[in-house]
């Protein structure tokens, strides 16, 4: 990679992990790059087939400052202390999701949850999800050949692992059937 490849700016995603890992080793936070090969991201030098991402939204209140609420209003009365707890808690919105991943050379599948604010959802939709049915070329240059029981197996596996819904694997099983 010459000069030219060095100046080019990476495209990358940081986050910040609640539960689980990539690979064998388990991090706080992991840079995953993107946007080489489409469905394919590269996490601590080594390639994986992005296989998408769930999420769901919750509010969280802040304790510190209903308890600060409190305080205030306790120099009243036990009302106004009530009040003030209730009026000092703060929800903040956040989103939990998980993505997951499966190792290009193991076929190892691997999940991790993250906790983002609603503004920086959007990073993921750059993300590229590798489309399973989109069947890759094998070392003997033969298209490899996927079994509809094994790529209900793979659905289900995500399922499983919460990258896709229900719904969304007795509608993806129901057209592989088909």
Request: glycine letters at 8%; aromatic letters at 8%; charged letters at 35%.
């Amino acid at each position: 990679m010459g000069l030219k490849g060095w100046l080019k700016p990476k495209k990358v995603i940081a986050v910040e992990v609640v539960q689980g890992k990539i690979g064998d080793k388990r991090e706080m936070v992991y840079s995953i790059y993107y946007g080489e090969e489409e469905g394919v991201v590269t996490v601590n030098k080594k390639k994986y087939y992005f296989l998408g991402f769930t999420e769901r939204s919750y509010e969280e209140t802040s304790n510190s400052k209903a308890l600060a609420g409190a305080a205030v209003g306790s120099l009243f009365s036990a009302r106004a202390a009530l009040v003030g707890g209730a009026i000092g808690a703060k929800k903040k919105k956040k989103i939990n999701c998980t993505l997951g991943f499966k190792d290009i050379e193991t076929g190892e599948v691997y999940t991790i949850e993250i906790v983002m604010k609603p503004e920086q959802i959007h990073r993921l939709d750059k993300l590229d999800i590798y489309k399973l049915e989109e069947n890759k070329l094998d070392d003997n240059n033969n298209e490899a050949q996927i079994t509809t029981a094994e790529q209900i197996r793979e659905f289900k596996q995500l399922l499983d692992d919460g990258i896709i819904s229900e719904e969304e694997f007795e509608k993806k099983k129901q057209q592989l059937l088909s």
